[in-house]
């Protein structure tokens, strides 16, 4: 895998200041949000490190945090996530960046990011951006393989390629679903294609659309009915949520650009994927409009977290979420 600026600053042992950690992938935001807050904190110590989770927090108030010098440490870290802050104006905290105290180090972890932001411009200018994409099928192949090999297994070519097709829709999937089928096939020496048809339901972007085209009919039935498919299929709750989340993420991106009147040529190139992918990808979602759009990727998104840590009932999360939209009105809450 190509190293990005956040494994070239642990590498060098320099950081800078502010860091945006973006991109549709979770579970790479994760793991770099996690990597560089280990190498920029200690565990425990709260006087030096906040973390703020807040649909656009106060700037005066971060301000005031990063220009308080550290006590005992080297840093003052402020962990920031999902502020809004790359989607709108910020032009306080924006200017603050490019003068920043030397002893602060900000961090975005952002779902939702323009480019043409002045946010977005002050941390290009001044730190560090990355942009967690899926990766290539040679980078999946491997960060899993590892995985393999220290469980004493291997994996024959056409049960990996089976396992690919099944669950690259998100790495939150991928991650579950080989961990049920190591755990499966622990008492042998190879995971082979019946293993991975058996034991993993995987999830396609085509079925997601059919549950996204049921709820855009406002059809309770059909869309719990599709649902419960998947579930019958040993689906896991939580990777359907992330991979709706990284579908929803990015067409919302896509709808946006084409809001903005970009045609699909453009709109492609900026994706980079191919042309035809966004002109289905956009007319799967043609009853929805882009607020409402916004408004499911968003609650969607909540959701996810809150069955990670444990605050809802996945499966249980998942039927709230396709009632509330199949049945009233879209008004985000």
């Known amino acids: 895998m190509v190293a990005n600026g956040i494994e070239k600053d642990i590498r060098a042992g320099k950081f800078h200041n502010s860091y945006l ?18 190498k920029v904190t200690t565990p ?14 106060d700037p005066g108030m971060i301000i005031d945090l990063a220009e308080t010098l550290p006590f005992m440490a080297r840093y003052r870290v402020i962990l920031i996530e999902d502020s809004g802050f790359f989607t709108g104006t910020c032009d306080k905290l924006a200017s603050y960046i490019s003068n920043i105290n030397e002893s602060a180090i900000l961090i975005f972890n952002e779902t939702n990011v323009r480019k043409n932001t002045k946010m977005y411009t002050a941390v290009k200018n001044n730190g560090i951006i990355c942009d ?3 990766l290539s099928d040679k980078d999946l192949w491997t960060w899993l393989s590892g995985r393999i090999k220290e469980s ?14 099944r669950t690259k829709s998100s790495m939150d999937l991928m991650s579950n679903e080989m961990n049920k089928l190591i755990s499966y096939c622990s008492d042998k020496k190879t995971i082979e294609y019946e293993d991975v048809c058996l034991m993993t339901s995987g999830i396609s972007e085509e079925q997601i659309f059919s549950v996204i085209d049921a709820i855009a009919e406002r059809d309770i039935g059909k869309t719990m009915g599709l649902y419960r498919t998947l579930l019958d299929n040993r689906t896991d709750p939580i990777g359907f949520i992330s991979a709706v989340v990284t579908t929803f993420r990015r067409t919302a991106a896509m709808r946006n650009m ?5 045609d699909y040529g ?6 980079n994927i191919d042309e035809w992918k966004v002109k289905k990808n956009l007319g799967k979602v043609r009853n929805f409009s882009t607020e409402e759009l916004n408004d499911l990727l968003l609650d969607a998104a909540d959701l996810e977290t809150d069955a990670k840590t444990g605050r809802v009932d996945p499966e249980i999360g998942v039927e709230t979420l396709f009632i509330k939209y199949c049945c009233k009105k879209i008004t985000r809450v």
């Open 21 to 38: 950690i973006c991109g549709e992938e979770d579970y790479l935001r994760r793991t770099y949000r996690d990597l560089l807050l280990s």
């Open 44 to 57: 425990g110590d709260d006087l030096n490190f906040t973390r703020i989770v807040s649909e656009n927090p």
């Open 132 to 134: 967690m994409e899926m």
């Open 152 to 165: 004493g297994l291997s994996i024959t070519r056409n049960a990996w390629q089976e396992f690919l097709g």
């Open 258 to 262: 084409q809001d903005e009147h970009l």
């Open 266 to 271: 453009s709109i492609a190139k900026r994706m």
